[in-house]
């Protein structure tokens, strides 16, 4: 049984960061893209980060592309991603997902990931 576990969201205020974290068990990230999507209110789901497996290339929305960062401890099975610099537009519940397919940029646009976690709020608020 595959499961993917977030932690790590909150409240924060703008310009300060945090660190999500994403515990998988039952496949190993080795071998799976695993991506961070987020879902703000009234809006769509947005593929925000990305770690393709193979050549195991990160991929990132432009909004986030210098402030997110997306890595992976393969000893732990688990994917993190860092951000800084959060402002308001960053609000929105955090899921992490995994898939056997999505290779490279892929993984970011298309969201049919195989497997998602619960998600985990992050607030960024004065």
């Known amino acids: 049984q595959v499961q993917l576990v977030e932690s790590g969201g909150g409240l924060v205020q703008p310009g300060e960061s945090l660190t999500l974290s994403c515990e998988v068990s039952?496949?190993?990230?080795?071998?799976?893209?695993i991506g961070w999507v987020r879902q703000a209110p009234g809006k769509e789901r947005e593929g925000v980060a990305c770690l393709s497996h193979g050549p195991s290339n990160s991929y990132y929305i432009d909004s986030v592309k210098d402030r997110f960062s997306i890595f992976r401890d393969s000893a732990k099975n688990t994917v993190y991603l860092q951000m800084n610099d959060l402002n308001e537009d960053d609000t929105a519940v955090y899921y992490c997902?995994?898939?056997?397919?999505?290779?490279?940029?892929?993984?970011?646009?298309?969201?049919?990931?195989?497997?998602w976690g619960q998600g985990t709020q992050v607030t960024v608020s004065s």
């Open positions: 039952g496949i190993s990230l080795n071998y799976y893209s």
């Open positions: 997902a995994a898939d056997g397919g999505l290779y490279g940029s892929i993984c970011l646009r298309d969201l049919t990931y195989d497997w």
